[in-house]
């Protein structure tokens, strides 16, 4: 049960604190005074995407906080908040601040968690049904997933089995698709295999080629700048006054002076030395520029190699060294696949009998579904008609065919079931799909008998956001009572516009705007006796004359009285 709400600076409310109670909360007010904010905050608290309008204008963070009174035995709960570290003591309290950064602050029990955290525990005690759930019925993608919820008991145990099928499955494909698939998808394996191998041995690559190759495009896209630089040393070296005539001239001149000179013998050794070191350095130098050869043709011969190689590494490999050992797997694989007929085959035959199995299991399903609709469909028009539909209709069309040849394609892990949800209000009409017939005041009434069904016994927190668009009158008395009954079971908080449904809370709010410092403010009250008569009474006239005033009573008797004798 929802016991505090706590507001603070979201949208129009600077600060407010709404103390719930058991059975049935209504909240009302003037058209545009706010009400369906308290339901926004609750859903804020949910953990839904945010954004910066929450914020009030002017302030700096927006922040919601729901205190929940739980029952130590919640195993939803209890399973949750074990895996972050806390004990359910009873009480869950649930707070959320968005910041003007985007920044989400989420704290349960005064400890921070994930957004997807509070997402969990708020599904366990909060149900909000507004008018834009609606569409949700409305749209026949969801109606499956809305049924399955009613008879998730019923369906557990199929379901379990089919879960396990689905893995076996997907194991085989998996093994099939290792193996290249089967028939035609095994012989488009075998030929790009084929394919690539032959594109990697017609290259006949060789480790260190690449390198090679760059050092001599460089060389030849440089050629004449590598000429003109050995022309420059060669002439440098054997010119008019050339290194190798001054080291001959010295020598000589040291040698003619040898019996002379102390020493003279062993410089000539090493202008010697020196003389022998000068001629390999020219040597040497006019084979460079032999070598140096620009051919056009050549180079392009080699680029294109060079271009061959990058391509090869771009499919398979950084390297060459990378290109060939990934040949040398492709060549596994191949020769798998070449003699994987066998093994195909045994594959093939248990995925046959695995997809009887699902086939099989989609049947037993479809049956329990078949039969707990049965049973829905008899509670569902009992509803409508205590909602003043007698004459409606409500059944289930499964839109599909279950058979061997397509099952693998239909199948998940609920089955294989698509349903629509066919409907029709008057005698004569015959059910079509909901969207296509259903009018905005049996879309309310049909909401309700919906929800009825869905939460007889859920232990949450039903949040009513003006269901009752399109109703009125005594239609609207009928819905008042409803949502009664559903508050024996569940605490509920009801937005409403119509008297009669507000005449049947337990406790009343009014919720109110008006200006404050230039803003524009918004606030909950919870009213008295008195302050409720009042408020149904300009709720049926807009105004608190003295026959409203009675009306408003009378309702309020007629509902007390609804309430003791179905008690």
Do not use: W
Not at 102 to 125: A, D, F, P, Q, W
Not at 462 to 491: A, H, L, M, P, Y
Not at 515 to 541: C, F, G, P, Y
């Amino acid at each position: 049960m929802l016991e505090c709400i706590r507001i603070t600076n979201f949208a129009l409310i600077s600060q407010s604190s709404v103390e719930f109670g058991e059975g049935f909360n209504v909240l009302t007010g003037e058209t545009g005074a706010g009400k369906s904010l308290i339901v926004d905050a609750l859903v804020f608290l949910t953990g839904v995407r945010a954004d910066k309008t929450f914020i009030k204008s002017g302030e700096e963070f927006s922040r919601v906080e729901g205190v929940f009174s739980i029952a130590e035995d919640n195993e939803g709960i209890n399973e949750i908040l074990s895996s972050i570290g806390l004990e359910n003591e009873g009480t869950l309290i649930i707070s959320r601040q968005f910041n003007i950064s985007g920044k989400n602050e989420c704290r349960v029990n005064g400890e921070i968690v994930t957004l997807n955290i509070i997402r969990k525990l708020s599904s366990h005690v909060l149900d909000i049904f507004g008018q834009n759930d609606s569409q949700i019925l409305l749209d026949s993608n969801n109606h499956l997933n809305l049924l399955d919820s009613l008879f998730e008991d019923s369906l557990r145990g199929v379901k379990n089995n089919l879960f396990i099928q689905l893995n076996e499955l997907h194991d085989i494909n998996s093994a099939i698709k290792e193996l290249g698939g089967l028939d035609k998808d095994r012989e488009n394996s075998i030929d790009l295999l084929k394919f690539q191998i032959s594109e990697i041995d017609n290259a006949n690559l060789e480790i260190g080629e690449e390198e090679n190759l760059k050092i001599q495009i460089k060389a030849m896209q440089n050629a004449e700048k590598i000429a003109a630089s050995i022309n420059v040393a060669r002439e440098s070296l054997s010119g008019e006054y050339s290194i190798d005539g001054a080291i001959k001239t010295a020598i000589s001149a040291l040698t003619s002076a040898e019996e002379y000179l102390d020493g003279a013998e062993d410089l000539n050794r090493r202008l010697a030395s020196l003389r022998y070191e000068f001629q390999d350095i020219t040597s040497t130098i006019e084979s460079l520029s032999d070598s140096v050869v620009y051919d056009e043709r050549e180079l392009d011969r080699l680029e294109d190699r060079l271009m061959l190689i990058n391509d090869l590494e771009r499919k398979y490999g950084n390297s060459i060294e990378d290109v060939l050992s990934h040949r040398a797997k492709l060549n596994d694989r191949l020769q798998l696949l070449i003699n994987a007929d066998e093994e195909l085959a045994r594959l093939s035959s248990n995925k046959s009998n695995v997809l009887r199995e699902i086939l099989e299991l989609c049947q037993q399903l479809r049956a329990v579904r078949t039969k707990e609709i049965e049973k829905f469909s008899v509670k569902l028009e009992s509803e409508l008609k205590l909602l003043g539909m007698k004459n409606s209709r409500f059944v289930v069309e499964f839109k599909n065919d279950l058979n061997i040849d397509v099952i693998e394609s239909q199948v998940n892990p609920d089955g294989a079931d698509e349903v629509e949800f066919l409907f029709s209000a008057n005698l004569g009409v015959e059910p079509r799909p909901l969207a296509q017939i259903i009018s905005g005041g049996e879309m309310s009434r049909f909401m309700l008998a919906f929800k009825s069904i869905m939460n007889s016994d859920n232990n949450k927190t039903c949040i009513f956001d003006e269901i009752d668009t399109g109703i009125g009158g005594e239609i609207g008395g009928v819905v008042g009572e409803k949502i009664c009954q559903i508050s024996r079971t569940n605490q509920v908080i009801c937005i409403t516009h119509l008297a009669q449904i507000a005449s049947f809370g337990d406790i009343n709010f009014k919720i109110e705007k008006y200006d404050e410092n230039n803003m524009t403010v918004t606030s909950v009250r919870r009213l008295d006796e008195d302050s409720k008569v009042q408020e149904i009474a300009r709720m049926l006239s807009g105004n608190n004359s003295e026959t409203s005033i009675n009306h408003a009573r009378e309702l309020i008797t007629m509902a007390r009285g609804f309430k003791s004798y179905s008690n």
